[in-house]
Structure formats: C-alpha cells, structure tokens
C-alpha cells in the first residue's frame, strides 16, 4: 500500500466559537486558538481541522459564509489567522479548513447580485425556479425544516436551499460558480494552509430536472442531491485545478454515501479527494422522524458497519475515522457510560476501539478529556437551529410530544458537543472571562484539560498514548482488519495484520465482567500488551475483561 503522510496523521477538529475566548466576549476566537497550540502539541495531533472561521452572519455558526476571503469579526482578523498559521507550522501542526461550498450564506455578494434580477451575470450561480402549480418546484424538504425552496419577492422565483433559507445552494453546474470556487481555494492554498474539508460536498450535484423524491423524506441523504450524476466529475475537476497542485490533506463530508461510492470519492488512484467521512455508523439510531429518538446503537450492527467500511476500503480507498464532531452527540453519552467511575475508563476503551482500526483518526475537541453531553433542562438552552427548528416543526405537527421530542432533542441535538472546551476549574471552566454564547457543561470541575494533565492515568495522557503508538506502529496504520465475534453484544474484538505481525484489539462495551477466550493462533503465544486501559500488562488463554475494558496486543 502507498504510504502518505495524510494516511500516518490523527487529526484533531477545533469548533472554534467553543474552544477558547481570549477577549471575553463569551465566544471563541483565533488568539485563543493561538494559546492552545501547545497544548494540541503536547496531545501529539498533527493536524487541526477548523471548522468555518469565515465572515458569517451565524445563522449555522459559519457554515453560511457571506466572505470566504475575510475572518468573523468575533474570532479576529486576518492577521491573527496568518499568525496561528504561522505558530502552528512552527510547532510542526497542520492546518485544514473547512470548505463549505455547497452553498453560501444568502448575505454572501453572489446571492445578494443574484437575487436582483432575473438578468443579474450572478443569477445562474444559484439555483432558481418558477412555482409548479402554484407551490414550490418540488417535495424536497430542508435539513433544518421546512422546504427546501423559499420564495423570493423581488423576482417571483424560488430558490434552492437544502439547508436554512439564509443557506442558497450554489448551482455547480455553472463553469464559472466552479471557477470562483477553485480560484478561492487556490487564494488559500497560496496563503499555506494543509488540507480541506469539504462540507456537504456529496450535495453538489442536483439531479437533472430537480424530480420529486419520495413523499415526506428530508435531510442530508435526500435521493435529489447526494452522490449526483455530475459530482465525481466536479471533483476531479477540483482536483486537477486545485488539490493536485499542492500537497494536501483532503476529506469530503459525504452525507448518503454508499462504499461503492465511496471508493470514487476517495479511491487510491488519488483523482479526487484523500477520504470521506461516511455516515453509517452514526445513522444506526436514527428512523422515522430523521435522528430524533432516543435508541440505542447495538454493538452487533456497529461492527457491522465498521467492518464492512474496513474491509471493503482496503487497498482500494482510504478511511476517516470519529466518533464524534460537531454534529453529533458525546458518543460517550450516547454509546457509553458518561457518568461515575466508569466514564474515563469507558472514554479509554472507546478511544482504543477506534484508534486501532485502520484509517486517519479524527479526534473532536473534549473527546480526548472524556467530555460528555450537556444536562439540559429547558428549550432556551439551545442554540442549535437544527435542534431549535425540529422540536419546533415535529411537536407543532403532533408527530411528537413535547415532552420527548425534548428528550429527543438533549439526547442527540448537535449542541452536546458544542458547548465550551472544559479547559480548568475556574468560572466558565476557562473557557472565558465573560459570560459563554452557550452554558458550560456544570461538570467542568471535575472534567477538565488542567486535571487530566496532572495525572498520568487520564484519558488524555491515553489518548496521548494512542496516537503515538499510530507513529510506531506500521501496523496500526497500513495493517488489514478481520473482526472476530461478530454476534456478540457485549465484545468488540479485531485483528490487524501487517506482514508477520498481527494486533489483536479486545474493546468490551458493558460494565459487565466478561469473559473472552483469545482465539488459538494466540492462546500459544505471548504477546505484548500496547495499549490497556485496566494497566494490563499480560494477557491468559482466557481473559475476564473487566467493565469496559481495552487492550490492544500484538504478537
Ligand atoms: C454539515 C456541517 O457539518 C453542519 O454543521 C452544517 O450545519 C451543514 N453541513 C450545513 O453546512
């Protein structure tokens, strides 16, 4: 398998309006991203993916982009950015952005020109219709709620927006929408950043003539929009106009991607992007009404899915790996134990199951301190319009009650991982000075980056330990997977091989005593214990994990 430095780095994502303010205005800034790079140095990451630090007026915290060439006011400027991009080279850190280009803020100069006239040079970047008889062009219903067309009074037409209404998908099909794109990229390759990654980027393609899809479906994977008919070719256009002229870092968000679509988007051959990240595995609790309930993900189904991307990836695309980013819940809280005496443990084991596989390992800010969801207690709590907008759309509609749509909501609603990075004990957990844009979660006395530092047997000194075991150990990075007991509900076992080595990872997921008897070709030999989340030091024929222990073993 070719090697690359992409495929050997853990990428850690910083959603910077939570992890650190430095001028106390409640909201996360550059300078204090600036004041942290050590800190990331220390966890050992090699790459940071930002989350949108464009100009923005917030109506998806900066995933509707009115400049991509300026900084939001309340993060800095221009000139902080070129400093933290200067300081985190320095320290030997990458950089990756975010790209979101599937659409622009309606704020952005484009739409406002668009949005004009009929005649406007900028019409034709976005995506305009007529009413259809008398309503809106098609089903399609927004990710966030509602239609995904709103009507525009000035010219009479409707718009396309997957998102929110101040979201308007730009109209890829236009040569010169591309252009811009990769001009702008290209600005800021030239500036030296390291890698993008690409919001949404399995949406850019519509379906010729915008049919209905199926009655009453919405979100992410509506069957209009992802993997369209023209994506791949748009993306190797990217890739000839842009990425292939620079040495980059490259994962496209790919909501509805199958892995036969997959080993396009990200196949060895290098034509258009380095990975995706997929969304299988996060959709094992999802259902009717989109990800609003409140189930439970089973094992067996999860190693279902790993399995199949690890197997059916290797040698012929490269995998991302996370549990966790912005969009989701605390996969501690939501697959784990986020409370008492089996949370750190608990947070080991998960860390070890998914750093062990075979993939780039993408860490999100809090995870790497067992950080978990937010106790919520009221609506006026949320800042998320996904959630906000949900509880609103499914109660007023009577498809589901207050009281659960509520529980839905503080169970899998985006803003559990956006609350403010637990930093030390102090007011606002050392988040900032003033008061927070979002309410700190009130167990930051106890879960915070200043305690797990003072101990050597902290989450974060074991997720230390993970990633540099990744710059070790060829086999954690190029070896191939096989699972073991796929039926089991309570053990995740694998095997890595690479040459004539072979890593046997043992992850229990229940606070029950069990009992795992290692498959012969071990039972014979000794092995080395790498990782261990119990201290283990050796391993027996038969092993009684203890609740939510890990081991990773090579022999
Ligand atoms: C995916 C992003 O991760 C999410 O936060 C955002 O709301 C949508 N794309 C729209 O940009």
Redesign the pocket.
């Known amino acids: 398998m070719d090697k690359a430095w992409w495929k050997e780095s853990v990428v850690y994502q910083i959603y910077p309006r939570s992890f650190c303010d430095s001028n106390g205005d409640g909201i996360g800034d550059l300078n204090g991203i600036i004041s942290k790079l050590e800190y990331l140095k220390e966890l050992g990451v090699d790459v940071i993916w930002l989350s949108p630090v464009y100009q923005s007026p917030n109506d998806?915290n900066g995933?509707d982009i009115s400049d991509y060439k300026a900084i939001m006011t309340e993060f800095g400027t221009m000139e902080d950015y070129d400093r933290m991009l200067a300081r985190a080279h320095e320290l030997g850190i990458k950089i990756m952005m975010d790209l979101?280009v599937?659409?622009t803020s309606d704020e952005h100069a484009w739409f406002v020109e668009s949005r004009k006239s009929k005649e406007s040079p900028y019409r034709d970047y976005y995506i305009w219709r007529d009413e259809k008889d008398g309503k809106e062009p098609n089903n399609w219903g927004g990710?966030f709620g509602g239609s995904a067309w709103k009507y525009d009074e000035g010219t009479g037409q409707f718009y396309l927006h997957l998102?929110s209404p101040k979201?308007p998908d730009l109209n890829w099909e236009n040569p010169q929408v591309r252009k811009e794109v990769f001009n702008m990229m290209t600005w800021w390759c030239d500036k030296g950043i390291d890698g993008f990654r690409m919001?949404?980027i399995s949406l850019i393609s519509k379906r010729p003539g915008l049919p209905d899809g199926p009655a009453g479906k919405s979100g992410y994977g509506d069957p209009g929009c992802a993997n369209g008919p023209h994506v791949h070719e748009y993306l190797q256009e990217m890739n000839q106009e842009v990425l292939s002229k620079y040495d980059l870092i490259t994962v496209g968000?790919c909501s509805g991607v199958t892995v036969e679509e997959a080993k396009k988007y990200a196949s060895v051959e290098g034509k258009e992007l380095n990975m995706v990240f997929q969304f299988e595995h996060m959709d094992l609790d999802g259902g009717e009404s989109f990800k609003w309930n409140h189930k439970k993900i089973r094992l067996t189904e999860l190693k279902k899915v790993m399995s199949k991307w690890q197997t059916e990836l290797y040698g012929k695309a490269w995998n991302s790996l996370y549990w966790c980013?912005?969009?989701q819940p605390r996969m501690l809280s939501r697959i784990g134990n986020d409370s008492g005496k089996y949370r750190e443990v608990c947070a080991k084991m998960l860390g070890t199951c998914l750093h062990m596989m075979q993939g780039t390992p993408y860490i999100y800010q809090g995870e790497e301190l067992g950080m978990t969801n937010y106790p919520f207690t009221s609506l006026e709590e949320f800042r998320d319009i996904?959630s906000i907008n949900a509880y609103h759309e499914l109660t007023e509609k009577g498809v589901v009650s207050k009281e659960d749509m509520f529980d839905y909501i503080s169970y899998k609603g985006?803003d559990n991982s956006r609350t403010p990075m637990q930093w030390d004990e102090s007011p606002q957990a050392g988040f900032t000075s003033g008061t927070p844009w979002i309410a700190v979660n009130p167990n930051y006395k106890e879960i915070n980056a200043a305690e797990q530092m003072s101990r050597e047997d902290s989450v974060f000194r074991y997720y230390q330990k993970l990633i540099k075991l990744r710059k070790e150990h060829e086999i954690i990075v190029y070896g191939d997977y096989t699972l073991l007991l796929p039926d089991s509900e309570e053990i995740y076992a694998y095997v890595r091989s690479c040459k004539k080595q072979k890593l046997l990872v043992v992850c229990c997921f229940t606070k029950k005593e069990t009992v795992y008897e290692l498959p012969q070709e071990f039972s014979r030999q000794s092995g080395k214990v790498l990782v261990s989340n119990y201290g283990r030091r050796s391993v027996e024929e038969t092993l009684i994990l203890a609740p939510y222990e890990a081991a990773a073993i090579l022999y």
Do not use: K, P, T
């Open positions: 998806d995933y979101v599937n659409h990710c998102f979201q919001d949404v968000e980013n912005h969009d996904e985006r």
